[in-house]
């Protein structure tokens, strides 16, 4: 029952399964540096996941194998990620001075006060945070609850794949974690700062708001880079995989540009500015510091100054690699394209070093 979350075992890849790709991404760690080991993407056939559900687990599976041949990773243990839309989390107090074995019981024992479904089909895990700040004989204990079919579709489409799950995460945690690495690039490495990250994906786009470092706000709205890359397809009679790579290596005539590529950005423009509102508006804050741009999609050309200067707000792309020296098998200007787009990945590969 105990599976979300997870504890690391043995080197760990990171996978990324989407609703397009699966990124692999593998790390290894020198003193306080990271080293990228491998890496590779893999395109997923259309519907094999839908709204981040794994629809059809033989296809991932078979993406999943392909990907790690691609990459050249000897690794056979894996983390992943269910969306935080699938999962429901709370944070709840436990008497301090219980071992993890005594949690597990009296969490076990308690669970169905927090979770709305049956206990048999739930995966549950937990994490102590620290001390409650009312009560110094509890702890604050987050509680992370999936419906089992979630979990157990991504352990099946590794477990085809030769691979064995150590850690099944949550995106935004994964988030999170990638950006304790781009914050060391940041004013006071982040302290102080409230930093909001748009990960704008193929068919989602992710707001998540970071405030000392850890996210205090995630949204999901459906926009995407695949609107882009069907309106390619549409204006210029391209199959969907000439569009996509038309979209990235261009070619594409003149008017692409201004009739197609800008109305695009200013979409982008107003869907993050208008995730921006939400979080405004349910929260104590009236402003963001520094704007991320992550996703697939933060890869167009000087997308960052575009949006800085819709929004107002000082922008960069995610590239969580500027620091990380790279083994010979990596090609690093493909990781660099790549970079935006691999985040999760990232977080998920961190987890080798928890």
């Keep these: 029952m105990f599976s979300i979350l997870g504890k690391k075992s043995k080197q760990t890849i990171g996978l990324d399964i989407t609703s397009t790709t699966v990124k692999l991404l593998e790390l290894a760690q020198s003193g306080s540096k990271y080293r990228v080991e491998s890496y590779a993407v893999e395109p997923l056939s259309p519907n094999a996941v839908v709204d981040k559900t794994i629809a059809?687990?033989?296809?991932?599976?078979?993406?999943?194998?392909?990907?790690v041949a691609r990459s050249g990773t000897k690794a056979t243990h894996a983390a992943v990620a269910v969306s935080g839309a699938a999962v429901i989390t709370?944070?709840?107090?436990?008497?301090?001075?219980?071992?993890?074995?005594e949690l597990e019981s009296q969490i076990s024992l308690e669970a169905d006060q927090y979770i709305p479904y049956p206990l048999e089909e739930v995966n549950l895990d937990f994490e102590i945070i620290g001390p409650n700040a009312r009560m110094q004989d509890q702890v604050d204990v987050l509680l992370a609850a999936c419906r089992s079919e979630n979990v157990d579709a991504r352990v099946a489409a590794l477990e085809l794949a030769g691979l064995k799950a150590a850690v099944v995460d949550i995106e935004s945690y994964a988030m999170e974690l990638a950006c304790s690495v781009l914050a060391e690039g940041w004013p006071n490495q982040g302290e102080g700062m409230t930093v909001a990250v748009a990960d704008v994906g193929a068919t989602n786009t992710t707001l998540s708001v970071l405030?000392?470092?850890?996210?205090?706000?995630?949204r999901e709205q459906n926009f995407g880079g695949l609107q882009l890359t069907e309106e390619i397809q549409r204006r210029y009679g391209l199959s969907m995989e000439e569009a996509g790579m038309a979209k990235r290596q261009g070619g594409l005539p003149d008017?692409?540009?201004?009739?197609?590529?800008?109305?695009?950005?200013?979409?982008?423009?107003?869907?993050?500015n208008r995730a921006l509102q939400f979080?405004?508006?349910?929260?104590?804050?009236?402003?963001?510091?520094?704007?991320?741009?992550?996703?697939?999609?933060?890869?167009?050309?000087?997308?960052?100054?575009?949006?800085e200067k819709r929004v107002?707000?000082?922008t960069e792309v995610a590239n969580p690699f500027t620091n990380m020296a790279m083994s010979n098998k990596v090609k690093a200007k493909a990781l660099s394209n790549d970079a935006p787009a691999m985040m999760i990945a990232c977080g998920l590969a961190l987890r080798s070093f928890d």
């Design 90 to 101: 709370k944070v709840i107090t436990m008497p301090a001075g219980l071992n993890d074995r």
């Design 312 to 314: 107002g707000v000082p």
């Design 255 to 272: 008017n692409y540009v201004p009739e197609v590529l800008e109305p695009f950005r200013e979409a982008m423009a107003q869907q993050i």
């Design 211 to 218: 405030h000392n470092n850890t996210i205090i706000y995630t």
């Design 279 to 307: 979080f405004y508006s349910a929260s104590p804050y009236n402003h963001i510091d520094l704007l991320v741009l992550a996703g697939g999609t933060s890869a167009l050309s000087n997308i960052d100054k575009f949006i």
């Design 56 to 67: 059809d687990v033989d296809a991932v599976g078979d993406a999943i194998r392909k990907v």
